[in-house]
């Protein structure tokens, strides 16, 4: 199988501020933890601070992926044109949150784009990368199950 993993704005700074909400881990040496765990799985990452580039990345990588595991940050509660370009593409979309956005502000209760992804996962930290990872294995699975 082929993953990808795409954040949205600021989550570079991941081990580096906030770390009472975001946790003390970067993005970089979690995701080599997450490659070991699912050394079958390739897994790839993107990261951008742009609208645009997250738009493109998706148009690009949801034809030729089995999976996005999709952090779009602030961008979730905004972006019109990111629920766009998943809807456009084929392969499901997880929506993922470190925190549990739902316990936060009233702004981060909404999401553009939780009614065009496969499921969302919220408030389990960096663990909530790999429980979408394997909801893309379980769904592969199933799907490869009804073609045969
Ligand atoms: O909980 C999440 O994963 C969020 O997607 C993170 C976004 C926030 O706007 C969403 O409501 C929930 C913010 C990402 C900012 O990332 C930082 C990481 C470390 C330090 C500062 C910001």
Known sequence: ???IIINGPNLNLLGKREPEIYGCCSFEDYLESLQEKYPDITISYYQSNIEGELVNIIQETGFISDGIV???AA?????VAIADAIRSVKCPVVE???SNVHKR???RHFSYLSPVCMGVIAGFGLDSYRLAIEALINANKEQQEDEH
Do not use: K
């Not at 961008?75 to 972006?79: G, I, K, L, R």
């Open 1 to 3: 199988m082929n993953i």
């Open 70 to 72: 999709l952090n779009a």
């Open 75 to 79: 961008y979730t509660h905004t972006s």
């Open 96 to 98: 993922v949150h470190i």
């Open 105 to 107: 502000e009233e702004f």
